[in-house]
């Protein structure tokens, strides 16, 4: 069995460690520090095609494998861990729509993850430690979402913030 690297991985690991290194590298402390997040590099990292590599070419994604992903997040780690975190948490958020979504959800979400518009994101907490409560009168209001955190509240929310969309 041959494992070594086609044209087209080397090609994207190369790239990922280049942009790394120039991009990346030189505004990683400072990224930390302010605690703000990097727009300029991840509009010019998806401008590579990256926010939507694993997302498939009919969407306007990449359409490349998951190797070739890894490949690259692995060189982005190496000098940014929190910029390698931003993007793995986009990825994974696209690849939930593009493996459980409807069609027309797909149709909705994909091509805008692919530019890099849309940036996926989740939300993390211990058990208990939110209480979430939607009221009409409320500007945030989604439509229907009350109740405390539970195992359930990313479906709910999920639903709620897409409901009508």
């Not at 990292?45 to 498939?56: E, K, T, Y």
């Not at 958020?93 to 993850?113: D, G, I, N």
Request: proline share 4%.
């Amino acid at each position: 069995m041959d494992f070594s690297l086609n044209a087209e991985q080397r090609e994207i690991q190369a790239l990922a460690r280049d942009f790394t290194r120039k991009e990346v590298a030189p505004v990683q402390l400072r990224m930390d520090q302010d605690h703000e997040f990097p727009y300029a590099l991840w509009e010019q990292w998806s401008d590579l095609g990256m926010a939507g590599i694993l997302i498939p070419e009919e969407y306007g994604g990449s359409g490349l494998d998951a190797l070739t992903y890894i490949l690259a997040l692995e060189e982005v780690a190496t000098e940014s861990n929190t910029f390698a975190l931003i993007w793995q948490v986009h990825v994974l958020v696209a690849e939930m729509y593009r493996k459980f979504a409807s069609a027309e959800q797909k149709q909705h979400w994909l091509p805008p993850f692919a530019r890099g518009e849309k940036l996926g994101a989740i939300g993390l907490t211990e058990a208990g430690a939110i209480e979430i409560t939607a009221q009409r009168d409320n500007p945030l209001y989604f439509g229907g979402l009350a109740g405390r955190r539970d195992n359930n509240v990313v479906a709910r929310l999920n639903y709620a913030a897409n409901d009508g969309a």
